[in-house]
């Protein structure tokens, strides 16, 4: 994992840390983990017996094989000792670890609470001393206030002291925040006490154990890891992707028109004997699915994965045999590896796809409900009939078990899926899933920049021009948006409108590059002075720009200037030695100045670098007769 770049202004560094962020994050959706799987540790200190700390993982019952992320002390259940709430990464994500050593008094609580300092008391210091039969001196034990107990974690604000047999409680003494210090009297062991801040003339006051009952109903740890549920339904439900599959007869079909009504996508292989089952259930019960308005598309895998050795000649044959009434295609590579990006991202976990596998569609062409193994036809049904549900009422419905609530469902990002499908090539479906925020989500300027970088490298340049256009009406002093704009428009013909926005630009933030197709644009209308006058200044700024040197070279060749020409081509080609177009130019003033032998060495050299340069090749031959 890269550092943190150093700076704001460290673009480089900035870029290196977001990739490898970018493949952390993709490390975690495979299931990986930072620490490898490996299982929680806990360690004993032997109190001086020895000074290794000692492994007491196993027999403790700590060692878990969760993707473990932070764990939390407190004294939850009032007897003494310490438990443990443990947050994973992955499922469980929340764990209650009860610590059932045997109930005694060998413990003292307090929780020092602040007056004239923050009421939590953090950075307060509390020292317990402890008198020993035969000890000369009292045992001195610290405990401190903080704000935080590791990552993503907060332990219980209470200070917890174990003492050890024997032991009997002398004084504690509190060191507050602003460098005050207390003493309190009095405090026996096994009790809990509230320490406030001035109040040691009077003691510390004992804290009354609340009777409630436990609200926990704790369960055994499974023996192995927690398996996959079989079905998910989404609270929050993302548009499929752009798909097509191919018919049997060859055609490619493309799977949107289809979706008037809720339909099953469901995925399956001749190979397969869970796959024949969970279809011929599915046809024996066909008509109470039609009658609940469900259309049913099985798609065969067959072919796709070269270890099967299968292919759709088996899958029509599966068919046949199978005499199904619903619709039978193949699925196609980029339909499953579209999936499988937008599975990947709405459970943040990269669970491979296998067959049998099925998506439950609705009628706006959105995911509802995803089956993992075969289905049971029963519970389809009734997740059909549940299709327009409010969210409130999707939500009850997905989670196994009731809980209280405090936020509403959040929608899925659907600028997120945009990237990841951006990123993997598919850049039809980021723009569209970027049209699917804004419809969502009302007008936002990030998610038009967005949408114009993806249409700007799509080469849909007029529709990128207007994405830029909304970024500006909301973000005009956008150095960026501004100097882009003027290259959409300057590309589409539009060069005297791009010129303010090239100047806006370089206004906000000087940049050689913007300087650079300024004076491209000011060429382009014919003010051969004005864009010399701007190649200069973009050389000011960047003195090895070397298309500013060749650009600069062709125009004060076209002035006349051949020696101020010859320097420039001499500077692009020590910095681009492999620019065919700058050997060519600089073989053309050679030829003006008569010297014909080196010109035609220019000209043969750009036809080395580039064999169709076709004014090389035309150059080249006048150069030749010239010689002769």
Avoid at 93 to 108: S, V
Avoid at 346 to 373: C, E, H, K, Q, W
């Amino acid at each position: 994992m890269s550092r943190s770049p150093a700076s704001a202004e460290s673009t480089e560094s900035a870029a290196e840390y977001f990739r490898a962020f970018d493949t952390v994050y993709r490390l975690h959706e495979e299931g990986r983990s930072f620490s490898g799987r490996e299982r929680h540790c806990a360690f004993l200190n032997p109190a001086g017996a020895s000074e290794r700390f000692a492994n007491v993982s196993a027999t403790s019952g700590l060692d878990l094989i969760d993707d473990g992320r932070a764990a939390a002390a407190v004294d939850w259940d009032h007897d003494g000792d310490l438990d443990l709430w443990v947050a994973n990464r992955t499922a469980p994500q929340l764990r209650f670890l009860r610590n059932d050593r045997p109930r005694d008094d060998r413990h003292l609580a307090v929780l020092p609470v602040g007056r004239t300092v923050n009421r939590d008391a953090v950075g307060a210091r509390a020292e317990l001393h402890l008198r020993r039969a035969g000890d000369a001196e009292s045992v001195r034990l610290v405990r401190s206030r903080r704000a935080g107990s590791g990552f993503l974690a907060q332990s219980s604000s209470w200070l917890h002291f174990g003492l050890e047999p024997g032991a009997e409680v002398d004084r504690l003494v509190v060191h507050w925040p602003g460098g005050e210090s207390e003493t309190f009297h009095g405090l026996k062991a096994g009790g809990r006490y509230q320490l406030l801040q001035g109040n040691s003339g009077e003691g510390a006051e004992r804290w009354q154990t609340p009777s409630r009952p436990s609200e926990l109903a704790l369960t055994e740890p499974p023996a192995g890891p927690a398996p996959t549920p079989r079905r998910a339904l989404l609270v929050s439900r993302p548009p499929i992707p752009e798909v097509s599959y191919r018919s049997f007869g060859g055609a490619t079909v493309d799977l949107s028109p289809r979706l008037a009504g809720p339909t099953l996508l469901n995925f399956w292989a001749s190979w397969c004997l869970p796959c024949a089952a969970e279809l011929g259930d599915l046809e024996k019960r066909s008509g109470e699915l039609r009658s609940a308005g469900l259309e049913i598309l099985a798609l065969s895998v067959d072919g796709l994965d070269p270890e099967k050795g299968t292919g759709p000649e088996q899958a029509r044959a599966f068919v046949e045999r199978l005499d199904a009434s619903f619709t039978f295609g193949l699925a196609r590579r980029p339909l499953l590896d579209k999936l499988q990006l937008l599975h990947d991202r709405m459970f943040s976990r990269r669970i491979p796809f296998a067959v049998p596998t099925s998506l439950l569609i609705d009628s706006n062409g959105r995911l509802a409900a995803v089956y993992r193994g075969p289905i049971d036809v029963d519970t389809l049904l009734t997740d059909v009939r549940n299709l327009g549900a409010a969210v409130t009422q999707r939500r009850k419905l997905a989670t196994p078990f009731p809980g209280r609530w405090y936020a509403q469902p959040q929608a899925m990002s659907l600028e997120t899926v945009a990237k990841r499908f951006a990123e993997d090539g598919f850049e039809e479906d980021a723009a569209r899933y970027l049209r699917h925020a804004l419809a969502e989500q009302g007008e936002s300027t990030d998610l038009h920049l967005a949408l114009g970088q993806l249409l700007f490298r799509q080469g849909k340049l007029a529709e990128a021009t207007d994405e830029y256009k909304k970024v500006l009406a909301a973000r005009p002093d956008d150095a960026e948006a501004n100097a882009v704009l003027a290259d959409l428009l300057a590309a589409t013909g539009k060069a005297e409108e791009a010129l303010a926005y090239y100047e806006r630009s370089l206004e906000l933030r000087p940049s050689a590059a913007t300087s650079f197709n300024l004076g491209n644009a000011l060429h382009l209308l014919g003010r051969v002075d004005d864009a010399i006058t701007r190649y200069r200044w973009t050389l000011e700024i960047d003195g090895d720009f070397a298309d500013a040197h060749n650009n600069l070279a062709a125009l004060l060749l076209e002035r006349g200037d051949l020696a101020g020409a010859i320097t420039h081509l001499e500077q692009t080609l020590r910095l681009k030695p492999g620019s065919a177009d700058a050997h060519n130019n600089l073989g053309v003033l050679l030829l003006r100045q008569g010297r014909s032998e080196e010109a035609a060495e220019r000209f043969a050299r750009a036809l080395e670098i580039d064999p169709e340069h076709a004014g090389a090749r035309g150059n080249l031959d006048l150069a030749r007769r010239a010689r002769q």
